[in-house]
């Protein structure tokens, strides 16, 4: 064959980018089990960190193991369902929470005007099949009830983990992380000055749930609110409507004695 035509070179050309591709295919199959541990690391540290445990990837699944002593996942009822709560993809479950919500009239006005949503829908297919995981940690003794929270920023999804003292009520810790807010704007929701301003706030007022009210910078007084983000409003308001749907899920579980 003529090394010269171009036969030759188009067959070259194709054998090249076979061979590449099926390197690139193994190289990519070896990497995965790696990828899916550092995941795992992350979320494990994410949840920690809402109980103010500082981990690392190497020591996060010792810790974790250590300080979080069961784990379930509940349906918007609060009835307990089958499933392994740290493997629930809590992307998937927010983005099917977000779409439950904005197709249900009845679900909007229940977490409007404060009912809880057992008292306004009776059977909500698409609400039925959201999983709503829960971590129970005992940290120094104390027992914090870790729930997972997701929405929608400025520019890209937000989420967290909410963490509640034994009493349901109380903040004892968060963690916030988003996908793509505006740097030293909404992007200051991971910073400790905003997240500190949820330890010790409640979210209940006697049996009212109230969950947290995110304040324009310096108006938050009550026991409920917190200070925004100056310059990253949008984001702040995110951060708040997120805790808000979640917790209104949560509410039935909230309200049960232990």
Known sequence: ???????YTFIYSIVLVVVVAAILAVVSLSLKPLQDENIE????QNILSSVNVNSTPETSKELFDKIIKRQFILNYKGEAIE????????????????????NSPELQKALK???????VIKDDKALADIKFPVFVADVDGAIKYILPVYGAGLWGPVWGYLSLNEDKNTVYGVLFDHKGETPGLGAEITQPFFKEQFKSKTIFDNSTLKAITVKKGGNATGAHEVDGISGGTITS?????MIADYLKCYEQFLKQIQ
Request: net charge positive.
């Open 1 to 7: 064959m003529n090394k010269q035509g171009n036969t």
């Open 113 to 119: 005007d404060g009912r809880m949503i057992t008292e």
């Open 237 to 241: 308001k995110a951060v708040e409507t």
């Open 41 to 44: 690391n992350e979320k494990r």
């Open 83 to 102: 499933g392994n709560a740290f493997e629930v993809d809590i992307p998937v479950e927010g983005k099917k929470l977000q779409k439950a919500i904005k």
